[in-house]
């Protein structure tokens, strides 16, 4: 008995007797069969995190192959492991440049992409490997991974010994985003033990030739800066991080009804309320006249106990809504709740 086909492949077996749309579909569909047949038995296979929205670094679980890169495809010289290969078990998979993604305990940035044309769905990604981290005009903390260049540069030494320093010019690479398009010229970071001031910005390069906002990275230079240890916390790693301003917050206040989500009272029930000023949660002892308006009053009765406290009884449904308003004794706020007076059940 001769061995039983994989009935998958029907479908690639009859792609001449298909209309040229549905012969690319039926090739499509028989290479995602073979993705899936190898995604189940590979051992490069990974569950990795992938960022859904580009700044915010939320992340959701995807499943990938990880491979290493080639830098020389003559040699089979590897790249090290600042760079990886995503390959995507879909294969209409959405990817880019610019795309970040989580794993081994790093972030990862797409640098190369074989998004235009091409059957399946793979990325070429290199590991962030330092942090920008700054104040926005908020005095909010922002942290951004990125990738450092560091040009080396050969120097002589007594007797003809040659030494290599790094130069005082660094690349730096990141994904485009609401923070890092806020990034400007002289801009200072703490990078390790240095500090460095951005001179060029390179936020241009499209993946979309004729959209504007569709840079996937943004390309930064800096240059060696001298340290100000009265204003840059370099134990943070944040530039001018000892010189952020301290007022206090402002206090937040206002008028509440409580329950405030309790909007509907049965026929012969009896519901209890408060009304509070509050400064930052806490309340005053500010007093409210408590007032209703609306619905007639043949429909309910209103029980003033207090400058703070009501009581609402049901009387008979009505459409008409009741409109409890307090009124704040000290400035005249006011705040009020909406009521419905239902029949009974």
């Known amino acids: 008995m001769g061995k039983v086909l994989d009935n ?10 298909l209309s040229p749309s549905s012969v690319s579909d039926n090739l499509k569909q028989t290479l995602q069969y073979k993705i899936n ?40 010289d590897k790249k090290n492991d600042d760079w990886r290969q995503i390959i995507f078990k879909d294969i209409s998979h959405y990817y880019a440049l610019g795309i970040r993604y989580q794993f081994d305990n790093n972030t990862w940035i797409t640098v190369q992409s074989d998004i235009y044309h091409y059957p399946t769905a793979s990325a070429i990604v290199r590991r962030c490997d330092s942090t920008l981290k700054w104040y926005d005009s908020n005095h909010t903390l922002i942290e951004e991974p990125v990738m450092i260049d560091y040009d080396m540069r050969l120097t002589k030494f007594l007797f003809g010994t040659e030494i290599i320093l790094p130069q005082s010019h660094i690349k730096i690479y990141a ?17 390790g033990s240095q500090l460095y001031k951005i001179d060029y910005i390179n936020d241009f390069i499209r993946k979309n030739t004729y959209d504007k ?19 840059d916390d370099m134990i943070n790693q944040i530039a001018n991080g000892l010189n952020q301003p301290t007022p206090s917050p402002t206090p937040v206040t206002g008028n509440y009804i409580s329950p405030s989500d309790v909007t509907s009272i049965l026929q012969g029930t009896t519901q209890q309320y408060s009304v509070f000023h509050y400064v930052d949660s806490v309340s005053d002892t500010n007093t409210f006249a408590i007032s ?19 009581e609402v009884t049901s009387l008979g449904y009505t459409s008409t809504k009741l409109l409890i308003t307090c009124t704040n004794n000290i400035d005249q706020s006011q705040v ?10």
């Open 8 to 17: 998958r492949l029907d479908g690639f077996n009859a792609i001449f007797n």
């Open 213 to 231: 906002n569709s840079v996937p990275l943004i390309y930064f230079t800096a240059y060696l800066d001298q340290k100000n240890l009265a204003v």
């Open 175 to 191: 994904q485009y985003n609401s923070n890092t398009q806020k990034i400007g010229i002289d801009q200072r970071f703490v990078l």
């Open 336 to 345: 009020s709740i909406s009521i419905n007076l239902r029949g009974v059940l």
């Open 37 to 76: 047949d190898e995604f189940q038995f590979a051992s490069d296979v990974f569950k990795i995190q992938e960022e859904k929205t580009p700044g915010l670094l939320d992340w959701q679980d995807l499943e990938v192959r990880i491979l290493h890169v080639l830098a020389d495809k003559n040699t089979s």
């Open 292 to 310: 209703s308006s609306g619905a007639s009053n043949s429909f309910y009765t209103l029980n003033i106990v207090d400058g703070n406290h009501f």
